[in-house]
């Protein structure tokens, strides 16, 4: 073999790491994910999950990858193809075959790849390669287990702990492969490990070695350097959506002065908000794991009432749980976040999967006309911006606000600033006292400023203003209990425009790329980094297209209408069938659009895009 190995400049790369369940991939994923940030690059990742909490070992259904993308700049996504697979057994070779290019490189575990272990994975033949017809991509077969074995024998491990080191060698082969630093990983181990002294030992032992064996037999007549960025001055770290939205809860609580308390109950993908927010006792945050979905919402609307900001985190199936509860806050419009981390229904459907199917569940699904504000977070960073907007929405409008993140940005991880606060918009509610504290008397619980219509707090515990607000329908003016049909007409009116006067407090929409562009790609939620990459691949093909992708959905910005009636071709991308596009034809009868749905449970493909908008567009 040559022993001169060629060093290839890149500019971005994705790498999917694949294997059982038990095998850690995960684990490796985020390591390499997080040593690549620290090196200076962009990333964005997508941890692809299996639903069952553990097949059987080496089967299909048992598949669990992480797919990382690092670059030098415009990594807006996870990316649609791997450039490099890491295949622990046959099933991860088969399940992940789509995922595959021309020229990817496989490194494979070739002592998992025994005759048992390819009939676990339906294989008919012992050449998978061919019966896949992948013989396209570069094998690299490297015996994983057994090196793995041989590096830590002596350790005093038992097999089994030893075998769970084999994530660490393959990841010290791909850090060789892209001139990553060791050094960098194995601090992260010790700080992940630090209280297993032994496993920060044996981990870092085998990721040593597997670093050495590729540098030592080349395993490639080429590795590769990915450009690193200079990036603004400032605290980084790579975060989640989840993490990100449980920050922003935090952050919004401090901004507007009161304290946050979550009620909820664990659910996939939503737990990990639950989790961050028990861990900060630190910063006055009270989370508490209800006995169920109800149980959750019923003490953050209690909490609200007390003068908290109150928040329940679910998926789709809590969300529909929640629904009567909802409606209980909207009646006594009282601040509230609910966060629904979308995942495949329905029912149980695919909980480890993503997709937007819960937007007309989060507009309508309540008894009764119950409107409510809906907010959806664009990538995992922005989750920290929507949930600070949905909190201020909530705060200073009284109401109760679904903020929608997805699977796929909860899950997937990017660089993340830390935000200068005092950049951000102050959050005031409205509180009785300070526009009747000469004049309790005259304050009832539904009295509101005229121009806003949003209901004056009243904190139970505040002097002079003791108050009663529940479930029926109350009297505009007295605050009392009426079924008079005026009156109920009235307050319905009311609700409904207290929500729609919220566009005069958000931002205005923003439309990105050719100004003179006939065709406008719209898109809302977790698909942004897709839909973005896409607008642009179309602009290099000397097409000209534009693209808004929308964060606020009810109330809509107030140029909503204006945009939209300037372009000849609307294209509205969406991993449901069709729902905001409905709902937009619903506020806008005279506006025609052009539906595009995929509900696979899989982020979307931006090469598939691209030539099927081209299509549209060329049609049109």
């Not at 297993?196 to 064996?213: F, Q, S």
């Not at 009161?258 to 910063?283: H, N």
């Not at 918009?425 to 539904?446: C, G, L, M, R, S």
Request: charged share 25%; net charge negative.
């Amino acid at each position: 073999m040559n022993n001169e190995t060629v060093i290839t400049d890149l500019k971005q790369v994705t790498i999917r790491f694949s294997g059982d369940s038990g095998d850690g991939m995960q684990l490796t994923g985020t390591l390499f994910s997080t040593l690549s940030a620290i090196f200076g690059n962009e990333i964005a990742t997508f941890p692809d999950y299996p639903a069952e909490i553990r097949a059987p070992q080496g089967t299909l259904n048992g598949v669990s990858g992480f797919q990382v993308r690092v670059g030098s700049k415009d990594i807006y996504n996870a990316g649609d193809k791997a450039d490099v697979l890491i295949a622990m057994n046959p099933a991860a070779l088969k399940v992940n075959r789509q995922h595959l290019k021309k020229g990817s490189i496989v490194i494979f575990d070739t002592d998992s790849f025994t005759k048992r272990d390819l009939d676990k994975a339906l294989f008919k033949t012992e050449d998978p390669f061919a019966e896949l017809n992948i013989e396209y991509v570069q094998p690299i077969p490297v015996a994983i287990t057994s090196m793995t074995k041989d590096s830590l024998a002596g350790s005093g491990l038992e097999n089994k702990d030893i075998l769970r080191s084999k994530n660490m060698f393959s990841l010290g082969v791909v850090c060789w492969l892209f001139n990553r630093p060791i050094d960098i990983a194995e601090q992260l181990l010790k700080d992940k490990f630090k209280k297993r002294p032994k496993l920060v030992e044996t981990n870092i032992k085998a990721l040593t070695d597997g670093y050495n064996y590729g540098n030592n037999i080349h395993l490639t007549a080429t590795t590769y350097r990915i450009d690193t960025i200079h990036t603004e001055k400032g605290f980084y770290t790579d975060v989640n959506g989840n993490t990100a939205t449980a920050y922003g809860l935090i952050a919004a609580a401090e901004k507007a002065g009161v304290k946050l308390f979550l009620g909820s109950y664990p659910i996939t993908p939503a737990t990990d908000i639950l989790q961050e927010l028990s861990a900060r006792k630190d910063l006055g945050v009270k989370a508490v794991q209800m006995e169920d979905e109800i149980a959750g919402i019923c003490t953050a609307i209690g909490a609200s009432f007390a003068g908290s900001l109150g928040a329940t985190s679910t998926s789709g199936p809590g969300l529909s749980l929640k629904s009567e509860a909802l409606g209980l806050a909207v009646m006594t419009e009282l601040p509230l976040v609910v966060v629904d981390v979308q995942r495949g229904g329905p029912s149980t459907g695919m909980p480890t999967k993503s997709e937007q199917s819960d937007l007309l569940q989060a507009l309508y699904g309540r008894n009764g006309e119950s409107p409510l504000a809906v907010v959806a977070a664009t990538t995992p960073t922005d989750c920290f911006d929507s949930a600070y907007w949905a909190s201020k929405i909530a705060l200073e409008h009284m109401t109760p606000v679904i903020l929608l993140t997805d699977g796929y940005i909860a899950n997937g991880a990017s660089a993340w600033k830390i935000p200068n606060m005092d950049e951000y918009p102050d959050i005031k509610p409205i509180y009785v006292q300070e526009k009747f504290k000469d004049n309790a008397e005259n304050w009832k619980p539904y009295l509101r400023n005229e121009d806003t219509l949003v209901r004056y707090w009243g904190v139970p515990g505040t002097p002079g203003f003791m108050h009663q607000i529940g479930g029926l329908e109350k009297d505009y003016f007295t605050g009392v209990i009426s079924s008079n049909p005026d009156n109920h007409q009235l307050m319905v009116n009311t609700r409904k425009a207290k929500i729609q006067k919220i566009a005069d407090s958000i931002p205005e929409q923003e439309v990105i790329g050719n100004k003179d562009a006939d065709t406008l790609i719209i898109g809302w939620g977790g698909t942004y980094g897709h839909l973005l990459e896409v607008m642009m691949r179309i602009q290099d093909k000397n097409k000209k297209v534009a693209f808004a992708h929308f964060r606020f959905i009810n109330p809509l910005p107030r140029n909503t209408y204006d945009i939209l009636k300037k372009y000849k071709t609307i294209i509205v991308a969406e991993q449901n069938t069709g729902h905001f596009a409905s709902y937009l034809m619903s506020k806008f009868d005279d506006i025609k659009l052009c539906k595009f749905n995929r509900v696979e449970g899989q982020p979307f493909s931006v090469s598939e895009l691209v030539d099927e908008f081209i299509k549209i567009m060329e049609e049109k």
